[in-house]
């Protein structure tokens, strides 16, 4: 960091000096706008205000039910969204009577079962679904006389399994539907719903992750016998349709579709449209001959999938590594079982991948280094990506010529801070973003990046967010047009003060609830907020 412009430092340290004497530029009031906007554009303000209040971790437990008091709904189901609630703020929460408020709390688990006001419409089923309600509450539900209620509970994954087999009697086809489908439903039971009259419940039958592979098979092969005299389209009427083709073909295609089902049976529907094929081209035990003719497939997406699937042999995948497809040459490079010559020539030429790749992940000791001193950036750029990676390897690639090799390893918490400067020196403005998310950069080299002429909006977004940053850095990235940039310095506790006070107040209010969610905003002024908002 040699040549920090120390000018630029001395006028941008005035420029902040002013800033925290003046409101912000970009929050002066418009002129020429009616009282009534005005008043709106206030009440709007002061609701964010209190929104961000509400989020904000360090909100005391009395200033918590001062809000829970103002009753607004949007800020008490934010409060019910915090985190770690204790039971007198749920039980407070609850007092205040909403439904909607209460439904949702009981749903994830807030209230104790003995708290719940079982006398609400709704609530008994909130229950069950949250998984806080006795097991004879899930049979009082499942004859509730609202078939949505019935219905959820038979699509419930907690449901118990007698629960279930008591649903798949029900008058209404969708409950038995969603019965047949559900896992906790006694295999015993599905060769007896795979001969139900209607494809709705067949097709349940064909998604159950329990169904056999011999009743998959007669389901692949023509929807099951006796045929169907029932289908999506004529369950409710009186007389049934002249063909119910179309019903059996989803039966098919929900039984093709099926982890289990045996390969040899899709031999039919490798032709098949591509939200079908896709459905089983990944699979690990398809015959050569399958993934031969699914490797011609005209769709992208299915040679795509086939290209992915470990289970391809090396020759198809040297094959299909020349596809005109780019995407399908990208899917080879994330084939766990891609030899290491043709992952390595395919990265040379194609997009690089934004997730550490499964052949690197799995590569040896030997590969890596092997891979680590390719004379192809990307493969090694492939290593600096490795989930994890020998401390040898990361001191070699910090001193990577390429650039995306750095991008890579600039951000890896094994990398020592005292090499970051390094990094960002050699390489300049396209490694700062990579260099500010290494979780231990230093103040002073976030503050020199922020300083940077060249920084981008991308940039700034990770030096605002990161916690060594300090409240003079902050100030250069609040002077960024970029509002998601602002929004991240809104939100950092070592944002100063006054600033972040007038952030709260500025008459445009962009800034507002992330400001007042700010967990350094003292208990003082969060109380001033909120005695100024519940007054207007």
Not at 91 to 112: E, H, I, K, Q, Y
Not at 129 to 149: C, F, S
Not at 209 to 228: K, Q, V, Y
Not at 441 to 466: D, K
């Amino acid at each position: 960091m040699a040549d920090i412009d120390w000018d630029r430092e001395a006028v941008v340290a005035d420029e902040m000096r002013w800033t925290a004497r003046q409101p912000f530029l970009l929050h002066q009031p418009a002129t020429g706008h009616r009282v009534a906007d005005v008043v709106v554009g206030e009440s709007n303000r002061l609701h964010d205000v209190l929104l961000g209040l509400a989020e904000n971790p360090a909100l005391p437990t009395r200033l918590f039910a001062r809000l829970v008091a103002n009753g607004d709904e949007d800020v008490l189901f934010t409060l019910a969204h915090r985190d770690q609630l204790t039971l007198p703020q749920v039980r407070d929460l609850v007092a205040v009577g909403n439904p909607s408020l209460t439904g949702f709390m009981v749903r994830v688990g807030l209230v104790p079962w003995p708290e719940i006001p079982k006398e609400q419409p709704g609530r008994l089923l909130d229950a069950v679904l949250g998984g806080i309600a006795p097991a004879a509450v899930w049979r009082a539900v499942a004859t509730d006389p609202n078939p949505e209620a019935r219905r959820e509970v038979a699509y419930a994954d907690e449901a118990p399994a007698d629960v279930i087999t008591f649903l798949v009697h029900d008058l209404d086809l969708q409950v038995v539907a969603s019965a047949a489908a559900n896992p906790n439903l006694p295999p015993e039971l599905l060769p007896h719903l795979a001969r139900h009259p209607s494809t709705v419940v067949r097709q349940a039958v064909a998604e159950n992750e329990n169904a056999s592979p011999a009743l998959l098979a007669a389901l692949l092969a023509d929807g099951g016998r006796p045929s169907p005299t029932r289908c999506g389209a004529c369950h409710r009427r009186e007389v049934a349709c002249a063909d119910h083709a179309p019903g059996v073909r989803r039966v098919r295609l929900a039984a093709a579709g099926h982890p289990t089902v045996p390969p040899a049976g899709l031999s039919a529907f490798l032709d098949a449209p591509e939200d079908t094929v896709t459905t089983f081209a990944a699979r690990s035990d398809l015959p050569v001959n399958f993934l031969n003719r699914l490797a011609t497939h005209p769709c992208d997406d299915v040679r795509t999938v086939i290209a992915a699937n470990p289970a391809v042999p090396e020759t198809l995948l040297r094959t299909l590594a020349a596809d005109p497809a780019p995407e399908v040459r990208r899917a080879i490079v994330e084939n766990p079982s891609v030899p290491l010559d043709l992952l390595t020539t395919l990265v040379a030429n194609e997009r690089m991948p934004g997730e550490p790749v499964p052949r690197v992940e799995s590569a040896t000791d030997l590969e890596l280094r092997t891979l680590a001193s390719s004379r192809v950036a990307q493969a090694r750029a492939l290593v600096a990506d490795r989930t994890q990676l020998p401390r040898v390897l990361v001191e070699q690639l910090a001193t990577d010529p390429d650039i995306a090799v750095a991008k890579r390893i600039a951000a890896r918490s094994e990398l020592a801070p005292e090499r970051l400067a390094e990094i960002a020196e050699r390489h300049g403005p396209p490694v700062f973003a990579a260099v500010a998310r290494h979780p231990n950069c230093p103040s002073a080299l976030l503050h020199w990046m922020a300083v940077h002429p060249a920084g981008t909006r991308r940039v700034l977004q990770e030096i605002a967010s990161h916690p060594a940053a300090r409240s003079e850095t902050l100030l250069l990235c609040l002077a960024s047009e970029d509002l998601d940039t602002r929004r991240l310095v809104a939100a950092h506790p070592a944002l100063a003060l006054p600033v972040l006070e007038r952030l709260i107040d500025a008459p445009d209010g962009s800034l507002a609830q992330d400001a007042a969610a700010n967990p350094a905003l003292p208990e003082r002024v969060m109380e001033r907020l909120i005695t100024r908002a519940l007054r207007e």
